[in-house]
């Protein structure tokens, strides 16, 4: 390729590897060492938390061919009641409302548990469906700490199962032909990406311990994690449904909520399928005074040691500001990938921008159109019938979510941490080996080895 990225030569690399990429095949191909089903075979669907994002993955999931929801699953009464309506008019089969999801998870019939409950029950769940030989779709991030990622990993690959991630990215085909042409050289050679999640978020106040709402089934939800006072304040609901994921121990901030997303592009368009070995973060709350217990100015940057005989160290460098709407190229969230030839920003947003030599700007003709969460769920049901790749399986999950959790723990501890991608543990650092797991009550949903 000449110094100068030209139209004609863009157009040639994105096109080279075809329009189907996808990541991750050997989970996959474990999964399929069972019977694969036709692709007209029915699928029968339980879906686990269905206020906010659960209440989307309904209407993905009801849009699929040949698939029905037989249990609407959620601690809360009134969020239940609510989905069972929505689902039981939109299909000929009316869904059983359950609170607790080992009830669906005994049905012999029942093919795949969705979870989109709060972050930590998302690998307890992973974990339980695989062992009860259910196919698993969970929403980002498919971990609440490193340790539960690990498990969660090996119980796909153990039961052989296919479990998919809410990283609907991974499913749009312009940001799939534009990683295609990363990868075969649009921009050169391709060492650094910088990521962002940029937002005015409000405050969430101040809380203090109150009565459990009668619709609520407060130590279900809880689940594993060791039992906390219900919160709430006069204004806000500080923890049910959404103020949860601003405290350790239940969420992962910003950086695990929506910072996931372009992080797992950015790793994506770097190739590095493995764990970073250094990690160093600087960040607080420079702006807030209320009970969130994450920054809301943070800067993560991640190093990828080299790989191969001719392969270079890469860089990849994500930042937050929940108190602000500049946005870099006018997107709150997107991905610029750097190579010795040109510069690629990728947004969810629809927008793609490719730069050449001197930041000489070069036409494209891949269209970035909006989201489309239906199409990473069809890449999860097709795969479940043995048709087509995954797009983001459990290992792929893994690796994205994890710089999130080691993101969060650097931050948390103010320096840097040395980590060790084979043995999947911080270096010579005890405190920080301390957050990589957490502490569980006795309870039936508690994962085993963490």
Same mark, same amino acid.
């Given at each position: 390729m000449t110094a100068s990225l030209d139209r004609r030569s863009f157009l040639e690399t994105s096109a080279a590897a075809g329009a189907a990429w996808a990541v991750g095949s050997y989970f996959v191909s474990e999964a399929r060492a069972q019977e694969p089903k036709s692709a007209n075979e029915a699928l029968t669907v339980c879906v686990m938390g269905v206020n906010g994002r659960g209440g989307g993955l309904i209407k993905s999931f009801m849009a699929q061919p040949n698939v029905q929801i037989a249990y609407v699953c959620d !601690?809360?009464?009134?969020?239940?009641?609510?989905? #069972?309506?929505?689902?039981?008019?939109? %299909?000929?089969? /009316?869904?059983?409302? #359950?609170?607790?999801?080992?009830?669906?998870?005994?049905?012999?019939?029942?093919?795949?548990?969705? *979870?989109?409950?709060?972050?930590?029950?998302?690998?307890?769940?992973?974990?339980?469906? *695989?062992?009860?030989?259910?196919? !698993?779709?969970?929403?980002? +991030? *498919?971990?609440?700490?490193? @340790?539960?990622?690990?498990?969660?990993? $090996?119980?796909? @690959?153990?039961? /052989?199962?296919?479990? %998919?991630?809410?990283? %609907?990215? @991974?499913?749009?085909?312009?940001?799939?032909?534009?990683?295609?042409?990363?990868?075969?050289?649009?921009?050169?050679? !391709?060492?650094?990406?910088?990521?962002?999640?940029?937002?005015?978020?409000?405050?969430?106040?101040?809380?203090?311990?109150?009565? !459990? +709402?009668?619709? &609520?089934?407060?130590? &279900?939800?809880?689940? +594993?994690?060791?039992?906390?006072?219900?919160?709430?304040? $006069?204004?806000?609901?500080?923890? #049910?449904?959404?103020?949860?994921?601003?405290?350790?121990?239940?969420?992962?901030?910003?950086?695990?909520?929506?910072?996931?997303?372009?992080?797992? #592009?950015?790793?994506?368009?770097?190739?590095?399928?493995?764990? +970073?070995? /250094?990690?160093?973060?600087?960040?607080?709350?420079?702006?807030?005074?209320?009970d969130s217990e994450f920054p809301d100015t943070q800067q993560v940057t991640f190093e990828y040691a080299a790989e191969g005989k001719s392969a270079k160290k890469k860089l990849l460098i994500y930042e937050q500001r929940l108190w602000s709407t500049n946005f870099p190229h006018n997107c709150d969230s997107g991905a610029e990938f750097y190579g010795d030839k040109g510069q690629m920003f990728l947004s969810r947003r629809g927008k793609i921008e490719v730069r050449g030599d001197r930041n000489a700007a070069v036409e494209v003709s891949i269209k970035l159109e909006r989201q489309d969460d239906a199409a990473h769920v069809k890449n999860f049901c097709d795969s479940v019938r043995g048709i087509g790749k995954l797009n983001a399986d459990a290992l792929t999950g893994h690796l994205s979510t994890a710089l999130c959790h080691l993101g969060n723990i650097a931050t948390r501890l103010g320096r840097s941490l040395e980590f060790d991608p084979k043995m999947e543990q911080i270096v010579g650092d005890n405190e920080a080996n301390a957050l990589v797991r957490r502490e569980y009550r006795e309870h039936w949903g508690t994962p085993k080895g963490a």
């Open positions: !601690v809360a009464e009134t969020a239940m009641a609510r989905a #069972v309506k929505v689902v039981g008019d939109g %299909q000929e089969r /009316k869904p059983e409302g #359950v609170k607790d999801f080992r009830k669906a998870l005994e049905d012999k019939s029942l093919d795949i548990l969705v *979870c989109a409950a709060p972050n930590h029950w998302h690998a307890p769940a992973t974990i339980l469906g *695989c062992s009860a030989g259910k196919h !698993v779709y969970v929403e980002k +991030p *498919c971990s609440h700490n490193p @340790r539960e990622g690990e498990l969660a990993v $090996e119980a796909a @690959r153990k039961n /052989k199962r296919v479990v %998919q991630m809410g990283s %609907q990215r @991974r499913s749009r085909p312009g940001i799939i032909k534009g990683i295609e042409a990363i990868h075969n050289g649009a921009i050169g050679r !391709v060492m650094f990406a910088r990521t962002w999640y940029t937002n005015k978020r409000p405050s969430i106040g101040h809380a203090k311990p109150a009565e !459990v +709402p009668s619709w &609520l089934d407060w130590t &279900l939800w809880q689940g +594993p994690a060791p039992e906390r006072p219900y919160l709430n304040n $006069e204004t806000n609901n500080a923890i #049910v449904h959404y103020n949860w994921h601003w405290r350790w121990h239940w969420g992962n901030g910003e950086l695990g909520n929506n910072g996931v997303h372009a992080l797992d #592009v950015a790793r994506w368009g770097l190739g590095v399928d493995t764990h +970073p070995t /250094k990690v160093s973060a600087l960040g607080g709350k420079f702006y807030f005074d209320d």
